[in-house]
């Protein structure tokens, strides 16, 4: 399974680095998390095969930003490939002011789309209708802030550093900070600096230096193991990964569980709910063999999967 994290260069859209990535592995099938406007850079973590199917686990991950913004002039698109709409003169607004105004938007937000997204208006991308001059109904989300720290103030300019739940339009932030100054703002540059907590600039790589690579063996694949760290794992004899894959459940032997059903190691999440434990199975070789769920019954505990990776 292949998994790989693309810092993304300026210009490209998401699409595009998919696009190469396909040509460059010749795989069919490639998915990515979280979409980068093409004016933005960073991490894009992208999936390969059998990975894709990984996706949906990690969608609603936190993001952290490295945010430029303009204050004085607001656009269409709420960032710098907009046409400029307005145009204020800053005054006497000072660093502090900024500041101050930033950090109110910490914490729960509601917060408007721009018109200019793919956010869907009776199933139409609202960009779509926006590019036609087309008025586009006002349409809300909840997002949180957790963190907004303001590193620079240098007028008309900040950078803000910024955790976020998944979903924040960073460009709606900064029309909403130019609002709540009173002189307008729009996004000038967005860097992402991580996906959750495992895709980071840190074990990030370039295209460039993709487009370099020769052999995949000198490809930085990121290990789905790695990113599943989180769960409970049973090691499955070759008969227990045979029904797996099948789409059976297992058996599982209680000589590593406790008297109350539990195996105490510190990655074990128990769902309160269905009184059952996320678990994945690897085999002898540590390949990812499924992602599933033990649960007890009649005193028995049994492994069922959920995703199976075949």
């Known amino acids: 399974m292949r998994i790989i994290n693309i810092n993304k260069t300026q210009g490209w859209t998401s699409f595009d680095v998919v696009r190469f990535i396909k040509r460059k592995f010749n795989e069919k099938k ?3 998390l979280g979409t980068l406007d093409p004016m933005a850079t960073g991490v894009l973590p992208v999936f390969l095969g059998q990975a894709t199917r990984l996706i949906p686990l990690f969608n609603d991950v936190d993001k952290t930003y490295r945010a430029v913004c303009k204050l004085g002039e607001s656009t269409d698109t709420f960032d710098a490939e907009g046409r400029v709409t307005e145009r204020h003169n800053l005054g006497n607004l000072n660093p502090e002011q900024v500041t101050k105004a930033v950090h109110t938007f910490l914490g729960p937000q509601k917060q408007q789309n721009p018109a200019f997204s793919a956010s869907k208006i009776n199933g139409i991308p609202a960009y779509k209708l926006a590019r036609q001059g087309l008025k586009v109904p006002a349409k809300t989300r909840s997002v949180i802030f957790h963190e907004l720290d303001v590193e620079a103030v240098d007028l008309p300019f900040v950078q803000i550093r910024i955790h976020c739940s998944k979903g924040t339009y960073i460009r709606a932030l900064a029309n909403d ?6 002189v307008g703002a729009h ?8 996906c959750g907590k495992w895709f980071k600039s840190e074990n990030s790589i370039s295209i460039e230096k993709l487009q370099e690579t020769v052999t995949e063996n000198n490809v930085p694949w990121i290990s789905p193991l790695e990113l599943l760290d989180h ?19 297992v058996e599982v032997l209680q000589q590593n569980w406790t008297e109350s059903g539990v195996k105490m190691t510190e990655n074990c999440v128990i769902e309160s709910e269905t009184n059952s434990v996320k678990t994945k199975v690897v085999d002898s070789c540590q390949n990812l ?3 599933g ?6 005193e028995a505990s049994y492994f069922h999967p959920i995703r199976v990776f075949v």
Not at 187 to 194: F, G, K, M, P, V
């Open 289 to 291: 063999v499924a992602i």
């Open 231 to 249: 769960l409970n794992t049973i090691v499955g004899s070759a008969e227990m990964v045979v029904s797996i894959k099948q789409g059976r459940r």
């Open 187 to 194: 996004l000038t540059s967005l860097d992402r600096l991580a």
């Open 293 to 298: 769920h033990i649960m007890w019954e009649n």
């Open 30 to 32: 490639v998915g990515h």
């Open 177 to 182: 900070l130019g609002q709540k100054l009173k």
